[in-house]
């Protein structure tokens, strides 16, 4: 999870539907507008090119039902980590928020090779606690099911952080004249647009040399903690 700053704005549908009892939070184009707002991604798993979109209610539909309609209550994420959430994990950091600064309070790792994933709460907020308890369920699976489910998402990862690591590598080695080449992937992959941003980000974080070359080059709401 990656923060996300909204630059839509709200469809104008949803006014009139936030009038009625069972209002369609589905009208006209807001599925669109979430789409370009959340890039196309799982905002809980960060999975792109979604096939399987559902609108998920930050606030549940059950405990919120005036925030059935509400722009900023609906997120776009896929069927797995929909499933997962329900009406659950309250409270939430809010993704959307300007201020959420989730690089700055969950550590997100995962190694291809030994097929590891780690996430850490840095903060002991109780909103911290609970993304990462959501994080972890997504990634490994609550029920049987979801752990098949979650074998695959975690395959996409692998395979993302090794495509990732493989242009790391060849920037490392590369002589001066080429570097700008390989830069501009690297500087594309830690855009919110991309795959696993919030993994990317750490893969960075964590190699002293990568680290002062490309965190001046992530966006201001993704950067990770300060080295102190
Ligand atoms: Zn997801």
């Not at 707002?37 to 090119?49: A, L, R």
């Not at 096939?51 to 722009?71: S, V, Y």
């Not at 242009?167 to 830069?183: E, N, S």
Request: charged share 25%.
């Amino acid at each position: 999870m990656i923060t996300i700053l909204r630059k839509q704005t709200p469809p104008l549908c949803l006014e009139e539907e936030k009038s009625k009892t069972n209002g369609n939070y589905e009208c006209g184009d807001t599925l669109f507008r979430l789409q370009q707002d959340f890039h196309y991604k799982c905002y809980i798993c960060e999975k792109p090119n979604l096939t399987d979109i559902q609108i998920d209610h930050f606030l549940p539909r059950k405990l919120r039902p005036d925030l059935r309609c509400e722009w900023t209550n609906l997120f776009l994420c896929c069927v797995h980590c929909n499933n997962t959430k329900l009406a659950g994990y309250i409270p939430l950091l809010d993704c959307t928020k300007a201020d959420a600064q989730i690089a700055q309070k969950i550590r997100c790792t995962a190694e291809p090779m030994s097929q590891e994933v780690c996430i850490e709460a840095l903060s002991d907020e109780i909103e911290v606690a609970n993304t990462v308890r959501l994080l972890r369920d997504v990634y490994f699976g609550k029920t049987s099911h979801k752990a098949h489910e979650a074998v695959v998402l975690r395959r996409l990862l692998y395979e993302e952080l090794t495509r990732f690591t493989g242009i790391l590598q060849k920037y490392l080695v590369a002589a001066p004249v080429r570097k700008p080449r390989h830069r501009e992937q690297i500087v594309k992959d830690l855009q919110p647009t991309s795959a696993f941003t919030s993994f990317k980000i750490w893969v960075i974080w964590q190699h002293e040399r990568l680290r002062s070359d490309f965190v001046p080059d992530i966006p201001p709401e993704l950067q990770p903690p300060l080295i102190t």
